[in-house]
């Protein structure tokens, strides 16, 4: 008898998850992407060529006001590297020089926002477009939104290109369970 309750009790608990989880797979493919004519950029480092396909986006646009902000980069990453990544254009430097400011300090994603609020701050920002992979967004939103209080955030999403299937799931497992730690830490925080 004991372990037939142990058993629903698991049963319930594996069907609660995989509902919630489903959800939170659904939230990864639901960002609609848009700039909403906003010039003002902060990109998560940490997936697959997110500075790159950033700096596409970016250097694209035609405002001379426009501003990036690359959170999180690892050691030896400056503007002298964003530089060589956009060697083939020379006309690039000066944007990179101007308008692009790069912070080291930030190792997770909570950190990163805090950075990011200072660099926002700074340059009198009241909206910005967030960039990030799809399966990050969901936390990302979550950490930026509980500290950002009156600045308008757009997400732009890239889709992971990891061809291995596997370590996919592994990703999106491994971020759901990520996304619900800091969803209890920041409302437990706030009563």
Same mark, same amino acid.
């Given at each position: 008898?004991?372990?037939?309750?142990?058993?629903?009790?698991? *049963?319930?608990?594996?069907?609660?998850?995989?509902?919630?989880?489903?959800?939170?797979?659904?939230?990864?493919?639901?960002?609609?992407?848009?700039?909403?004519?906003?010039?003002?950029?902060?990109?998560?480092?940490?997936?697959?060529?997110?500075? $790159?396909? *950033?700096?596409?986006?970016?250097?694209?646009?035609?405002?001379?006001?426009?501003?990036?902000?690359? *959170?999180?980069?690892?050691?030896?990453?400056?503007?002298?590297?964003?530089?060589?990544?956009?060697?083939?254009?020379?006309?690039?430097?000066?944007?990179?020089?101007?308008?692009?400011?790069?912070?080291?300090?930030?190792?997770?994603?909570?950190?990163?926002?805090?950075?990011?609020?200072?660099?926002?701050?700074? $340059?009198?920002?009241? *909206?910005?477009?967030?960039?990030?992979?799809?399966?990050?967004?969901?936390?990302?939103?979550?950490?930026?939104?509980?500290?950002?209080?009156?600045?308008?955030?757009?997400?732009?999403?890239?889709?992971?290109?990891?061809?291995?299937?596997?370590?996919?799931?592994?990703?999106?497992?491994?971020?759901?369970?990520?996304?619900?730690?800091?969803?209890?830490?920041?409302?437990?925080?706030?009563?």
């Amino acid at each position: 008898m004991i372990k037939k309750k142990y058993l629903f009790l698991i *049963s319930l608990v594996l069907i609660v998850l995989v509902i919630d989880y489903s959800f939170f797979y659904k939230k990864i493919f639901n960002y609609k992407n848009n700039l909403n004519f906003n010039n003002n950029f902060i990109v998560l480092t940490g997936g697959n060529n997110r500075v $790159k396909k *950033s700096l596409n986006i970016f250097f694209q646009l035609e405002n001379k006001n426009k501003n990036l902000f690359i *959170s999180g980069v690892g050691k030896g990453f400056n503007k002298k590297t964003l530089k060589k990544i956009t060697q083939r254009n020379p006309n690039y430097n000066k944007i990179i020089d101007c308008c692009i400011q790069i912070e080291g300090i930030s190792r997770n994603t909570f950190s990163n926002a805090v950075e990011s609020l200072k660099w926002v701050k700074s $340059k009198k920002i009241n *909206s910005f477009v967030l960039l990030t992979n799809n399966y990050h967004m969901p936390r990302a939103m979550l950490e930026f939104k509980s500290i950002f209080k009156d600045i308008k955030i757009t997400p732009y999403v890239f889709i992971d290109e990891n061809k291995i299937w596997w370590k996919t799931i592994i990703n999106y497992i491994s971020e759901y369970f990520k996304y619900n730690l800091t969803y209890l830490r920041i409302n437990l925080l706030q009563f």
